[in-house]
């Protein structure tokens, strides 16, 4: 079983940025990829960014150039560094996790809020 805790969500102006972390516990050792996503309002839950035991990254087109995900050395927390915000980027943003062992598994945290305005 795993935990996630997830913090530094936030108000913040356009053009502005924001670290959102993601702390693992229980089970962290059967981590594999772990990744944010985010819903708005009306809109379903997407994937925004994701990265492998091993540090490889993926990003959607949106977020490109803009959004930087990372792991800290002991693969049991995850961040994500948002640079030159936009309206648009405001939603609820969630922490997940996969577990492989005997089957796949996913894990979400709690979801944290983040707000671009003026």
């Known amino acids: 079983q795993v935990q996630l805790v997830e913090s530094g969500g936030g108000l913040v102006q356009p053009g502005g940025s924001l670290r959102l972390s993601c702390a693992a516990s229980?089970?962290?050792?059967?981590?594999?990829?772990m990744a944010w996503y985010r819903q708005a309002p009306g809109n379903q839950r997407e994937l925004v960014a994701q990265?492998?035991?091993?540090?490889?990254?993926t990003y959607t087109d949106s977020v490109k150039g803009r959004f930087t995900i990372s792991r800290d050395n002991a693969k049991n927390t995850v961040y994500l560094q948002m640079n030159s915000l936009k309206p648009e980027d405001t939603a609820v943003y969630f922490c997940n996790a996969v577990t492989f062992d005997a089957t796949i598994k996913t894990y979400w945290g709690q979801g944290t809020q983040v707000t671009v305005s003026s």
């Open positions: 990265i492998t035991r091993y540090g490889s990254a």
């Open positions: 229980g089970n962290i050792f059967g981590i594999n990829t």
